[in-house]
Nanobody, 124 residues
Framework: QVQLVESGGGLVQAGGSLRLSCEIS????????MGWFRQAPNKQRNLVAG????????HYAAFAKGRFTISRDHAKNTVNLQMNSLKPDDTLVYYC?????????????????WGQGTQVTVSS
């Protein structure tokens, strides 16, 4: 059974940093791109950052560029999201997910596996 478990969320002051981690079990996804999404209540999930099979390709949402960095470790089967210079607007639930292929898709429909999410709260 495939499981994705996020960790690292929490409460931080504006300007601070958090590092989210996603541990994958049940199978490896070395041939798949991975993504981090975030979601507001009653809204669709939006891509924050995606990373290709070997980390050579990355894609960031405009709001994440220059502040967030996505990385993956095939040996540990993990995907990480380093978030710096956090703002109150970044207060959302963050999810990691696996792409259905080696392509980084923007839409959530192309990501079949999801974690349970981790809350990030940034105080002003």
């Amino acid at each position: 059974q495939v499981q994705l478990v996020e960790s690292g969320g929490g409460l931080v002051q504006a300007g601070g940093s958090l590092r989210l981690s996603c541990e994958i079990s049940g199978r490896t996804f070395s041939g798949n791109a991975m993504g981090w999404f975030r979601q507001a209540p009653n809204k669709q999930r939006n891509l924050v950052a995606g990373i290709g099979r070997w980390g050579e390709d990355t894609h960031y949402a405009a709001f994440a560029k220059g502040r967030f960095t996505i990385s993956r470790d095939h040996a540990k089967n993990t995907v990480n999201l380093q978030m710096n210079s956090l703002k109150p607007d970044d207060t959302l639930v963050y999810y990691c997910s696996t792409s259905q292929s080696g392509t980084i898709y923007v839409g959530e429909a192309e990501y079949p596996y999801w974690g349970q999410g981790t809350q990030v709260t940034v105080s002003s």
